[in-house]
Antibody, heavy 117, light 107 residues
Framework: EVHLVESGGGLVQPGGSLRLSCVASGFTFSGYWMNWVRQAPGKGLEWVANINRDGSDKKYVDSVKGRFTISRDNAKNSLHLQMNSLRVEDTAVYYC??????????WGQGTLVTVPS | DIQMTQSPSSLSASVGDRVTITCRASQGIRNDLGWYQQKPGKAPKRLIYGASSLQSGVPSRFSGSESGTEFTLTISSLQPEDFATYYC?????????FGGGTKVEIK
């Protein structure tokens, strides 16, 4: 059975840092591009970043460029999102998700990041 | 950036109704579009990928179609478990962008 389990969320003050993790099991993690998607409370979905299979190619939405870094460790089947200089508007549930266009796709259950005003 | 204009933002329907949700892309995205269903407190679930391919395990009452830059999700006969919020996503170009969502409520 496939599992994606996020962790690392919590309450952090503006300007602070947080590192999210997503551990995969039940599929060949190294064979998939991986994504982070977020959802602010009561709002829609927003793609945040993705990374290719070997970690050499990374893309970000403009609002997080220079502040967030996506990475992966295929030996540990894990995906990470280092979030620095956090802002109130980064408050959201953060989901990890596998590649979009393939016949199978997997999502984690999400982890909540709260940056209070 | 590619804008995905999703309509309607909400709708009320009855069990058994045919429901149609539309996303219009601001430029061509080939068929690089997915449809997602999300229930409160849960992660999104993919229904359709490649604009019209049904995700394995998803009931056949869900279907997707495309006409140029307009994409449609149709639920042929709405069931109680289908009351949820639906999103489209284009994955043709960066930044990847979601539609604003359509909340399907019980009439």
């Amino acid at each position: 059975e496939v599992h994606l389990v996020e962790s690392g969320g919590g309450l952090v003050q503006p300007g602070g840092s947080l590192r999210l993790s997503c551990v995969a099991s039940g599929f060949t993690f190294s064979g998939y591009w991986m994504n982070w998607v977020r959802q602010a409370p009561g709002k829609g979905l927003e793609w945040v970043a993705n990374i290719n299979r070997d970690g050499s190619d990374k893309k970000y939405v403009d609002s997080v460029k220079g502040r967030f870094t996506i990475s992966r460790d295929n030996a540990k089947n894990s995906l990470h999102l280092q979030m620095n200089s956090l802002r109130v508007e980064d408050t959201a549930v953060y989901y990890c998700a596998s590649a979009w266009g393939l016949t199978t796709q997997y999502w984690g259950q999400g982890t909540l990041v709260t940056v209070p005003s | 950036d590619i804008q995905m204009t999703q309509s309607p933002s909400s709708l009320s329907a009855s069990v058994g109704d045919r429901v149609t949700i539309t996303c219009r892309a601001s430029q061509g995205i080939r068929n690089d579009l997915g449809w997602y269903q999300q229930k409160p407190g849960k992660a999104p679930k993919r229904l359709i990928y490649g604009a019209s391919s049904l995700q394995s395990g998803v009931p056949s009452r869900f279907s997707g179609s495309e006409s140029g830059t307009e994409f449609t999700l149709t639920i042929s006969s709405l069931q109680p478990e289908d009351f949820a919020t639906y999103y489209c996503l284009q994955y043709n170009d960066y930044p990847l962008t979601f539609g604003g969502g359509t909340k399907v409520e019980i009439k």
